[in-house]
Antibody
Framework: EVQLVESGGGLIQPGGSLRLSCAAS????????MNWVRQAPGKGLEWVSVIYNSGNTYYADSVKGRVTVSRDKSKNTLYLQMNSLRAEDTAVYYC????????????WGQGTLVTVSS | SYVLTQSPSVSVAPGKTARIPCGGNNIGSKGVHWYQQKPGQAPVLVIYNDSDRPSGIPERFSGSNSGNTATLTISRVEAGDEADYYC????????????FGGGTKLTVL
């Protein structure tokens, strides 16, 4: 069974850093297109980042230069390193798998909440 | 970057048909995907590639895409269909980016 479990969220001060993790089971992270999608409280979904099976990475303009997506093959885990955090980064962060590399997300985790506040 | 536009809300009586539009410039040339999200839950894919349904999604859910509008249609609406619905495309015209519409709240009267 495919499962994605995010962790690492919490309360962080503006300007701080945080690393989110997404532990996968039932499939191999490095063989898939893996995404991060976020949702601010009471708002819609916002795509954040993708890492292709090739290792190529892409980012939303809103986070470019502040966020890095990576993966650990031995742990079968996806990461999102977030730096220079701002209040507007407050959101639930979901990891999502694009099984067919066709640009849609067919497996989602339950999300982890990041709150940026002083 | 590419923009998808959705109406904030749609209301429908049980048993009727709900149509949820998603607008975008020449969206008919792109593959459109739809997600259902209920309060406190992660999104669930209900339609991919304009009109395909993942396994486990009822046949009541269908999609179409042409010109500047894609549409999610839910037939014989049930109370359990009440949720937020998001359209999404993958934009490779300017960069490799996912793009979501703002979402439509479906209310079952």
């Amino acid at each position: 069974e495919v499962q994605l479990v995010e962790s690492g969220g919490g309360l962080i001060q503006p300007g701080g850093s945080l690393r989110l993790s997404c532990a996968a089971s039932g499939f191999t992270v490095s063989s898939n297109y893996m995404n991060w999608v976020r949702q601010a409280p009471g708002k819609g979904l916002e795509w954040v980042s993708v890492i292709y099976n090739s290792g190529n990475t892409y980012y939303a303009d809103s986070v470019k230069g502040r966020v890095t997506v990576s993966r650990d093959k031995s742990k079968n885990t996806l990461y999102l390193q977030m730096n220079s955090l701002r209040a507007e980064d407050t959101a639930v962060y979901y990891c999502a798998r694009d099984t067919t590399a066709a640009g849609f997300f067919d497996n989602w985790g339950q999300g982890t909440l990041v709150t940026v506040s002083s | 970057s590419y923009v998808l536009t959705q109406s904030p809300s749609v209301s429908v009586a049980p048993g009727k048909t709900a149509r949820i539009p998603c607008g975008g410039n020449n969206i008919g040339s792109k593959g459109v995907h739809w997600y259902q999200q209920k309060p406190g839950q992660a999104p669930v894919l209900v339609i991919y590639n304009d009109s395909d349904r993942p396994s486990g999604i009822p046949e009541r859910f269908s999609g179409s895409n042409s010109g500047n509008t894609a549409t999610l249609t839910i037939s014989r609406v049930e109370a359990g269909d009440e949720a937020d619905y998001y359209c999404q495309v993958w934009d490779t015209d300017t960069d490799h980016q996912g793009v979501f519409g703002g979402g439509t709240k479906l209310t079952v009267l």
